[in-house]
């Protein structure tokens, strides 16, 4: 007699039985891994790239900002007679 359902699978083959929930609400890893849970890795690897280069970018303003303000003229000090 054949086995059917769950008996029938083996272990680690197949569709997991149920998505992994991150319990921290609006956490920004366990979102990424719900939405990329069933992608293509080709996907996931052009998001990782794209987050990379996001972030390189987002650096490279910020420091460029961060120069900016240590630029500016100090105060000074102007004595009234």
């Known amino acids: ?3 059917t359902g769950k008996r029938s699978r083996k272990r ?3 569709p997991p039985d149920r998505q992994p929930v991150c319990p921290v609400s609006f956490c920004p890893v366990g979102m990424f891994l719900t939405v990329t849970g069933n992608a293509r890795p080709e ?3 052009h998001l990782m790239a794209a987050g990379r ?3 390189l970018a987002l650096t490279a ?3 460029t900002r961060l120069e900016d303000l240590d630029r500016r003229p100090s105060i000074e000090k102007i004595e009234l007679e």
């Open 1 to 3: 007699m054949a086995e």
């Open 12 to 14: 680690g083959t197949g």
């Open 43 to 45: 996907a996931v690897e």
């Open 53 to 55: 280069e996001f972030l």
């Open 61 to 63: 303003v910020l420091n």
